[in-house]
C-alpha cells in the first residue's frame, strides 16, 4: 500500500515551492534528559516565510489553485495565524498576488506574521467575526467580489476541500519521515505533532499505509479540542477519496493527546515551560499555540510510557507568531523599568544620534 500512495501522491498537482526534503534531526541535550532517543522534523526549515508545515501543505493546494487557473490567492485567519502569512509568502514566490481576510478579535500587533504580511506587501481586509466558520465565510464573500471584477481567485484556507488536500500533503510527509527513520535504523518510534486536524490525518493515513511500528499521536491546541477525532477521521476520508483509495482507518487508531481545552489563540503555563525548556537544552524556538502545546504533551506522555524507543516530534514551525507574545512568554521574568529607551534605527544623511558620529561604538 505504500507504493500505491506515493504513486497517487505524486500524481497530484505540486507547486514548486520549498526546501524538501526537511531534515530530521537528532536532539542530544533532550535526549540525554529524556533518557532515550529524540529527534525533531523540521519542517520549519521548509525555506519560505520562515517556514513551517503550511508550506509543504501549499505544495499541494497551491498546486491545485493553480491546476484549476487561479490568478490570485485568498487566505484567512486570525491576525497571527500562520496560514495566511505562509500562503501569501507562497504567492509571492509563485508570482500570484494575495489577498487576506484577518480578524483582529484575538489582538491586533504590527508584530509577527502581520509585520511579515506587511513587507510583503500583500493586500489585507481586517474583520472582527471572532470565529473560524465566519472568518471562513468573510474570506468566501471576497473571493464572490473578486470573481465579479474578472479575477480567478481560488480560498486557500480553512475549507473542508483545503483539509483534504492539507492532508494529502502530510501523508507524503509522513512517507519523507519513514524513509528519513529506516535510513538510520529506526522502524519502531513515537511521533508527535500539533494537530487535531488535517495535518495529523494526512501523518495517521500515511502510517497506517506504511505499516510497521511508527505510531503518530496529535495534540490539538488549545479550543481545539472537542471534536477533533471526527475532524481527523473526516479529512483522512477525504484524502483517500481524492487519491482514489480505500484504507480501513477506524476511531481507535486515532491517538490524541491531552483534551484541547481553554481559548484557542491563547498559550498556558504547560506549553510555555516546554518552549523554555527546548530553547535552553537545543537553541530551538517553539511557538506559543501548536508546538509549545505539543511538546508539553509529549513531555508529559514519556512521564507514563518509559522506554528507550526513540520520540520524533514534528516542529511545524511557527516561531514568527512568538514575537507578538512576549508579554505572556516572558511573564514576572520581564525586567522592572526600561533600562533604555526605544530609538530610530534608520540611517541617512540626517541622522544625528549620537551613536552614529562614534564610528567605534558599535560593529559587527
Known amino acids: 500500500m505504500r507504493d500505491l500512495l506515493a504513486a497517487r501522491l505524486a500524481r497530484r498537482p505540486h507547486a514548486p515551492v520549498g526546501i524538501f526534503p526537511t531534515p530530521m534531526q537528532r536532539m542530544a541535550r533532550l535526549s540525554q534528559r529524556l533518557g532515550r532517543p529524540v529527534f525533531f ?32 490567492f485568498v487566505a484567512g485567519g486570525y491576525v497571527q495565524s500562520n496560514h495566511p502569512a505562509q500562503v501569501a509568502a507562497v504567492g509571492c514566490a509563485l508570482g500570484v498576488p494575495t489577498e487576506l481576510v484577518l480578524d483582529t478579535t484575538k489582538g491586533y500587533e504590527m508584530q509577527g506574521n502581520l509585520l511579515l504580511e506587511s513587507l510583503m506587501g500583500v493586500k489585507v481586509h ?15 464573500r471576497l473571493v464572490g467580489r473578486l470573481g465579479r471584477r474578472g479575477r480567478r481567485a481560488r480560498l486557500l484556507t480553512l475549507t473542508p476541500e483545503i483539509h483534504a488536500l492539507s492532508a494529502l500533503a502530510y501523508a507524503e510527509g509522513f512517507l519523507e519521515l519513514a524513509a528519513q527513520l529506516e535510513a538510520a535504523g529506526i ?24 505499516g510497521g511500528r511508527l505510531r503518530v499521536h496529535g495534540a490539538a491546541p488549545h479550543g481545539l479540542g472537542a471534536g477533533a ?42 506549553a510555555i515551560r516546554a518552549i523554555r525548556k527546548v530553547a535552553a537544552a537545543e537553541g530551538v524556538f517553539l ?72 564610528p567605534g561604538v558599535a560593529g559587527s
Open 126 to 140: 481586517v474583520v472582527r467575526e471572532g470565529s473560524y466558520e465566519a472568518i471562513r465565510e468573510a474570506c468566501q
Open 187 to 210: 522502524r519502531d518510534a513515537d511521533i508527535f505533532v500539533g494537530s487535531g486536524g488535517p495535518t495529523y490525518a494526512g501523518l495517521l493515513l500515511g502510517a497506517r499505509a506504511y
Open 229 to 270: 477525532r471526527e475532524r481527523v477521521l473526516a479529512a483522512v476520508r477525504a484524502a483517500l477519496a481524492l487519491l482514489d483509495l480505500e484504507l480501513p482507518v477506524d476511531p481507535d487508531d486515532v491517538s490524541l493527546l491531552g483534551r484541547g481545552e481553554g481559548v484557542y489563540g491563547f498559550t498556558y503555563p504547560a
Open 41 to 72: 522534523k523540521r519542517e520549519d526549515l521548509a525555506g519560505i516565510a520562515i517556514a513551517g508545515s503550511k508550506i509543504r501543505i501549499l505544495q499541494h493546494t497551491a498546486g491545485d489553485a493553480l491546476d484549476r487557473g487561479a490568478d490570485l
Open 287 to 358: 511557538d506559543p499555540v501548536y508546538t509549545g502545546n505539543a511538546m508539553a504533551e509529549m513531555l508529559r506522555w514519556t512521564e507514563t510510557h518509559r522506554g528507550d524507543t526513540p520520540l520524533v516530534f514534528l516542529h511545524t514551525g511557527g516561531v514568527t507568531a512568538l514575537f507578538a507574545y512576549d508579554r505572556e512568554v516572558i511573564g514576572p521574568r520581564r525586567p522592572r523599568g526600561v533600562p533604555a529607551r526605544r530609538i530610530s534605527r534608520i540611517g541617512g544623511r540626517d541622522s544625528h544620534h549620537p551613536a552614529a558620529a562614534r
